[in-house]
């Protein structure tokens, strides 16, 4: 079993930054993929950023303007947040996996944080 603890969201305007946390618990070792997923109000839930065994994938949308990073010494990743937008607006998921090749399928992910909110105003 992993936990997961999400921090960092909050309410900016448009062209600023927010950084999110997430800090692991538990099984950690067996987390081959650790990494952040967002969901809008009556939208699917999607990838933003994940990082694991085949590397780091990003959502096209977020790409250039996000950066993920994981600590493993301290069970811990980040994702730094550049450039919002008004669409980034969403419930942010921290997601752990412990299978290989999952990339940004939130499907492959078991564990999964209570989420964070990020709302980008205009």
């Known amino acids: 079993q992993v936990q997961l603890m999400e921090s960092g969201g909050g309410s900016v305007r448009a062209g600023e930054s927010l950084r999110l946390s997430c800090t692991a618990s538990?099984?950690?070792?067996?987390?081959?993929?650790m990494g952040w997923f967002r969901q809008a109000p009556g939208k699917v839930r999607e990838g933003v950023a994940t990082t694991g065994t085949g590397g780091i994938f990003y959502a096209d949308s977020v790409k250039g303007r996000f950066t993920i990073s994981r600590d493993n010494s301290n069970n811990t990743v980040h994702l730094q947040m550049n450039s919002l937008k008004p669409e980034d607006t969403a419930m942010y998921y921290c997601?752990?996996?412990?299978?290989?090749?999952?990339?940004?399928?939130?499907?492959?992910?078991?564990?999964w944080g209570q989420g964070t909110q990020v709302t980008v105003s205009s």
């Open positions: 538990g099984d950690t070792g067996s987390s081959r993929y």
């Open positions: 997601a752990a996996s412990t299978y290989y090749g999952v990339g940004l399928r939130a499907d492959g992910y078991r564990y």
